[in-house]
C-alpha cells in the first residue's frame, strides 16, 4: 500500500551542488508530476510527464530537469542548486482520465 | 483555467459541521470542481470531486449552486484531524491538465 514514495525526505545542499530526487509510484499510473511549495504559497508545477519517456514544462522548470526512463518512476533534477530552489518538492501520479492525484509525502531541500 | 476564490481561513468546533465555501464564477461547462486539502507538513490529499449534482463519499459532501457558480464542502462531524489547508480547484475532467493550487482556505478545527 505504498501509493508515491519520495526519496529522500530531507536534504541540505551548497550552492552549486548538484542532487536527484526520485519519485517511485506503484499505482501503475500514466502520469506523473513534480510539485514545489514555498512557505505560505500553493503547490507550482514544475514538470509533469504523461507516459513513460516523455516529460514536459509546467508554469516554473527553470532550473530542473527530468526523466521517465521508467513508468513507475519520475526523476527530478537540480544540475547547480541555487538559493532560491529552497523549498519542498511534491511529487504526484494520476492514471488521467480522473485527473485525481495522489501524492508523495514531499522532500524538503535546503540550499545554503 | 476558471479563477477560484476562497476565505484564507475559517474555525469549526470539534464535532459541528465545517462549511468551506468557494466561488468560481467563471467556470466552463466541462470543468469539474474539485477539493483537496493539505495536512501540515504532509502531501495533498484528494477529497472530493463534481460537475452540477450534490456529491457525497466517507470523508465530505460537495454542494454545487445551480448555476455552478459557487460550491461548499461540507465535512459533516469535524474533528481535530480534519485541521488543515482546504483548495477548491476547478479544472476539466480528464487529460493531463494540471491542477493549480491557490492559497486555499485555512480550516482549524477548535476542541
Known amino acids: 500500500n505504498a501509493g508515491v514514495t519520495q526519496t529522500p525526505k530531507f536534504r541540505v545542499l551548497k550552492t552549486g551542488q548538484s542532487m536527484t530526487l526520485l519519485c517511485a509510484q506503484d499505482m501503475n499510473h500514466e502520469y506523473m508530476y513534480w510539485y514545489r511549495q514555498d512557505p505560505g504559497m500553493g503547490l507550482r508545477l514544475i514538470h509533469y510527464?504523461?507516459?513513460?519517456?516523455?516529460?514536459a514544462k509546467g508554469e516554473v522548470p527553470d532550473g530542473y530537469n527530468v526523466s521517465r526512463l521508467k513508468k513507475q518512476n519520475f526523476l527530478l533534477g537540480l544540475e547547480s542548486a541555487a538559493p532560491s530552489q529552497t523549498s519542498v518538492y511534491f511529487c504526484?501520479?494520476?492514471?488521467?482520465?480522473?485527473?485525481?492525484?495522489?501524492f508523495g509525502a514531499g522532500t524538503r531541500l535546503s540550499v545554503l | 483555467d476558471a479563477k477560484t476564490t476562497q476565505p484564507p481561513s475559517m474555525d469549526c468546533a470539534e464535532g459541528r459541521a465545517a462549511n468551506l465555501p468557494c466561488n468560481h464564477s467563471?467556470?466552463?461547462?466541462?470543468?469539474?470542481v474539485y477539493w483537496y486539502r493539505q495536512i501540515h507538513s504532509q502531501g495533498p490529499q484528494y477529497i472530493i470531486h463534481g460537475l452540477k449534482n450534490n456529491e457525497t463519499n466517507e470523508m465530505a459532501s460537495l454542494i454545487i449552486t445551480e448555476d455552478r457558480k459557487s460550491s461548499t464542502l461540507i465535512l459533516p462531524h469535524a474533528t481535530l484531524r480534519d485541521t488543515a489547508v482546504y483548495y477548491c480547484i476547478v479544472r476539466a475532467n480528464f487529460g493531463n491538465e494540471k491542477l493549480t493550487f491557490g492559497t486555499g482556505t485555512r480550516l482549524t478545527i477548535i476542541p
Open positions: 504526484a501520479s494520476s492514471r488521467g482520465e480522473k485527473n485525481i492525484q495522489y
Open positions: 467563471t467556470i466552463s461547462g466541462n470543468e469539474y
Open positions: 510527464s504523461v507516459g513513460e519517456g516523455t516529460t
